[in-house]
């Protein structure tokens, strides 16, 4: 399968910000729905925000304000993270869907191995 590698998390102080980056190699990817999900220690993994090709974005009710924002440039898709919490400390990851619309329940083709974020206080 082709892979879908993230990066861009790391530690940070809380208030600060974060942009995580998502490859999924291979053209066919890019007709695709992608998003970042992303699973704290103990909770189930939930998804934070999905994107079509053409940009358009879907929200999770939790993450619609403002504070999280993705984008994208063909196979590439960016979370930027602003004005981080400690309850963001999460392992996030990227995901590509198996139809090129966005919608949910999602249909997931494709993981990435995921990217840590862990904010102190």
């Known amino acids: 399968q082709v892979p879908v590698v993230e990066s861009g998390g790391g530690s940070v102080q809380a208030g600060g910000s974060l942009r995580l980056s998502c490859v999924a190699s291979?053209?066919?990817?890019?007709?695709?729905?992608m998003g970042w999900f992303r699973q704290a220690p103990g909770k189930e993994r939930e998804m934070i925000a999905l994107?079509?090709?053409?940009?358009?974005t879907f929200y999770a009710v939790d993450f619609v304000k403002g504070r999280f924002t993705i984008s994208r440039d063909n196979n590439m898709v960016y979370l930027q993270i602003n004005s981080l919490k400690p309850e963001d400390t999460a392992m996030y990851y990227c995901?590509?869907?198996?139809?090129?619309?966005?919608?949910?329940?999602?249909?997931?083709?494709?993981w990435g191995q995921g990217t840590q974020v862990t904010v102190s206080s």
């Open positions: 995901a590509v869907d198996a139809r090129s619309y966005c919608g949910t329940p999602e249909r997931i083709q494709q």
């Open positions: 291979g053209y066919t990817y890019s007709r695709n729905c």
């Open positions: 994107i079509t090709r053409a940009g358009a």
